[in-house]
């Protein structure tokens, strides 16, 4: 490490410290402290649920994924990886959403969309896209195989 | 014994999460993005805060008219974007959840903690934020402003203190070029290696074998082929794409409740624009107000007071003052936000018919009943402005009930929640 990066790495870890305080100090003025163990409750549950479920869910993905990988070309893997991954985010974002609606609003112009009808539209885009993406990756390197052969016609 | 079985566990994971796409080069590019957007959300929000609850030398521009709107569109669609930003740098880190000796040192104890906090706080401040947009309130065992609010700076100063503890890497993987040459091998000759080197190496495979089920899944994992370094690019491309692809859906498909361009793919926002009385959205109703009767008074004045001048003007009064058009944003701290056309009398001519000096505040009262937001304070630099209207008509519409009827305020680059609704009185501030 060169002098200047120990002099930036103290500059920073003063800096967030600093703030680190400044977010204890508000929090000490602003929320009673009544509801810390509220504010607590959910910060062990996102590690809780990142350490407990998306981690694991994910390392068995992997193992899945070696099995495939002996199987089927890396790309066809990528696009069918990348569709889930896509899906899931999605999913994250939109079940909230859609459980709220279904309780209700206070409003009618919060949460006005069909958000279920609009999110399997969106998973019957992508798997259209994804077997698009698919079919083309095999037709190009399937092109690509045959074009030495047909050149030393 | 039990130590070292979990080691060669601990290891064996770590190994079985060895992938292209998982290396110190892929941590920092999806860091800085990730970073990026962080800083994003922090300034934007601290801006909204203080626009809300100003210090008392604080002044706040009021030009552009969409520097309000733009910026709170910017909060939102930067945290919807941190979604996959922060799953994929999770993903890039993943096998460091296994290191061992789980810790070695108490530099090291205070390293895991603080990424610890780091990676808490950041889940729950991306998910309360986007929680709070969808207004279930029921799951927070806190207040959520006051919340967000004070996270924000445990994101920031855990962020600072990880780009600290992090330096060297950052520096080394910063560009692709210095990447290449922190190793001696190209990209792509690089092997496949988790974030950090392991401490304990991984036992040759010839070594004597774990039994039971953890052996065979770990022996399997090492008879997986190496990947051909052609693999190893397309793994690591395949990783940028699908990151990019996923930020892409999610921004794409949730902006346009802020950004009009992308309104027609708004799909899944918690707001869509249109909708609402006179084709604009409303956070609080008459009805939430207890507004219902005292706004269709046929006796409602306004009153406006300057210390002992005071004078009170009815609808008809208020109709009979010049009229002016302006077209406003409606921009909630929510981050939607809209464009509109709104008429009636400008405030500051409102202050003059009560004689009050140049760069005086307005306390702005509202009738409605248990809010934080019933007084406002309207500040020097929106008092004078043109634009400031007290509005009595909405996109050519007599204003709606729950759009504030019979007059409520309008001002360039201010929040939403401080355009007051059903007003009752103005009272300068001296």
Redesign the interface.
């Known amino acids: 490490?060169t002098r200047a990066?120990r002099r930036?790495?103290?500059a920073?870890?003063v800096?967030?410290?600093?703030?680190?305080?400044?977010?204890?100090i508000?929090?000490f003025n602003?929320?009673a402290p009544k509801?810390y163990?509220?504010?607590l409750?959910?910060?062990?549950g996102?590690?809780i649920?990142?350490?407990g479920i998306?981690?694991p869910a994910?390392?068995g993905v992997?193992?899945a994924m070696?099995r495939a990988?002996?199987r089927i070309p890396?790309?066809v893997i990528?696009i069918v990886?990348?569709a889930i991954?896509?899906g899931a985010?999605?999913a994250?974002?939109?079940f909230?959403?859609i459980?709220?609606q279904a309780?209700g609003?206070?409003?009618?112009?919060?949460?006005?969309?069909d958000?279920a009808g609009?999110?399997i539209?969106?998973y019957i885009a992508l798997a259209v896209v994804t077997a698009v993406a698919i079919g083309l990756y095999l037709v190009v390197t399937r092109r690509q195989n045959a074009r030495p052969s047909t050149s030393q016609d | 014994m039990v130590l070292w079985n979990l080691q060669r566990l601990l290891n064996g994971?770590r190994r079985?999460?060895a992938?292209p796409s998982r290396n110190p080069r892929a941590a920092v590019v999806i860091g800085r993005l990730l970073g990026a957007a962080f800083i994003l959300c922090f300034a934007t929000g601290i801006y909204s805060h203080f626009i809300q609850d100003p210090l008392p030398w604080m002044h706040f521009p009021t030009r552009p008219i969409w520097i309000y709107q733009v910026s709170q569109g910017i909060h939102i669609t930067a945290g919807?974007a941190c979604?996959?930003l922060l799953?994929a740098k999770?993903?890039a880190v993943?096998p460091e959840?296994f290191q061992t000796p789980v810790v070695r040192s108490v530099p090291h104890i205070l390293e895991r903690a603080s990424i610890?906090?780091f990676?808490?706080?950041s889940?729950?401040q991306i998910?309360?934020g986007?929680?709070n947009t969808?207004?279930?309130y029921q799951l927070?065992?806190?207040?959520f402003r006051?919340?967000h609010?004070?996270?924000?700076?445990?994101v920031?100063?855990?962020?600072?203190?990880?780009?600290?503890?992090k330096?060297?890497v950052i520096?080394q993987y910063w560009s692709k070029r210095s990447a290449f040459e922190a190793d001696g091998v190209t990209l792509a000759e690089r092997p496949a290696e988790p974030v950090g080197a392991p401490l304990v190496p991984a036992p040759p495979h010839d070594e004597v074998p774990i039994g039971g089920v953890t052996g065979k899944?770990i022996a399997w994992?090492d008879s997986?082929?190496k990947?051909r370094p052609d693999?190893v690019r397309?793994?690591r491309r395949?990783f940028f794409?699908?990151a990019g692809?996923?930020v892409a859906?999610?921004v794409g498909?949730?902006a346009g409740q802020s950004f009009r361009l992308l309104d027609g793919v708004?799909?899944?926002?918690?707001?869509?624009q249109g909708?609402?009385?006179s084709g604009l959205?409303?956070?609080?109703?008459a009805a939430?107000a207890k507004v219902l009767e005292s706004a269709r008074d046929a006796d409602w004045v306004l009153t406006v007071v300057n210390g002992e001048t005071s004078t009170t003007f009815t609808r008809a009064q208020l109709l009979a003052l010049p009229q002016y058009d302006v077209d406003l944003p409606i921009a909630c701290v929510e981050g939607w936000s809209q464009m509109a056309s709104w008429r009636g009398p400008r405030l500051r001519d409102l202050a003059d018919a009560v004689g009050a000096r140049d760069g005086v505040a307005i306390r702005a009262v509202s009738l409605e009943k248990d809010s934080s937001y019933a007084r406002t304070t309207v500040g020097p630099e929106w008092v004078r402005d043109e634009l400031t209207l007290v509005a009595l008509e909405l996109n050519g519409d007599v204003l709606d009930i729950?759009h504030g009827y019979p007059a409520r305020l309008i001002a360039p680059a201010r929040p939403g929640v401080l355009q007051t609704k059903w007003l009752s009185s103005l009272e300068v501030i001296a």
């Open positions: 490490m990066q930036w790495r103290v920073l870890i800096v967030g410290v600093g703030l680190l305080l400044l977010g204890g508000v929090l602003d929320v509801r163990i509220g504010i409750a959910w910060l062990a996102a590690i649920i990142h350490d998306i981690a994910v390392f992997s193992l070696r990988g002996r890396l790309p990528l990886q990348g991954v896509v985010i999605m994250l974002l939109v909230p959403e459980a709220k309780i609003s206070a409003n009618p112009s919060i949460l006005p969309l958000y609009n999110l539209g969106f | 994971m079985s999460l992938a919807i979604f996959p799953l999770l993903y993943f959840l610890a906090l990676v808490a706080s889940i729950v998910v309360i986007l929680i969808y207004q279930w927070f065992p806190f207040p006051q919340t609010y004070a996270l924000s700076f445990v920031v100063g855990s962020l600072a203190i990880h780009i600290a503890i330096l060297p520096a899944v994992i997986t082929p990947p693999e397309t793994s395949g794409a699908i692809v996923a859906a999610v498909l949730t708004n799909l899944f926002a918690p707001r869509k909708v609402g009385p959205p409303i956070n609080r109703t939430a729950d």
